[in-house]
């Protein structure tokens, strides 16, 4: 068996997993850090290459933001707004995602960019 509780976490696509009540009691803790990343990032709607705003406000925490302006879409360590680093990712975030990714089989990852 690849995993403990197999009727929980259903392949969507290769490499790609849905892990079926894996943030069950965990809502709390992540929405006070995500709160915490907003209030020092806020949420913003980022122009895209041709000039339109997107619809989806957006923040980043970690050592990698995504960004979108008129010098295209990327990953870039600093807050294209306030020429700052991002705020660092908060310790649930990396918790849970290197549980999640291990459960999915990718024991070695990372997080570096949220």
Known sequence: MLF???DNIVQIAPEAFLLKGFLLGQSD???????????ANPLRHMATPNGYQMSAAMTNCG????????????????????????????????????????????????????
């Not at 050592?63 to 294209?80: C, L």
């Not at 707004?81 to 291990?102: E, G, H, K, Y």
């Open 4 to 6: 403990p509780d197999e």
């Open 63 to 114: 050592d990698w933001g995504w960004v979108t302006d008129k010098k295209g879409y990327r990953y870039s360590q600093r807050d294209p707004v306030t020429n700052q680093p991002w705020q660092p990712m908060p310790i649930s975030f990396v918790q849970l995602a290197t549980s999640a990714a291990s459960t999915a089989g990718f024991e070695h990852f990372i997080p570096d960019a949220c």
């Open 29 to 39: 803790a992540l929405l006070q850090s995500l709160s915490n990343v907003i209030t």
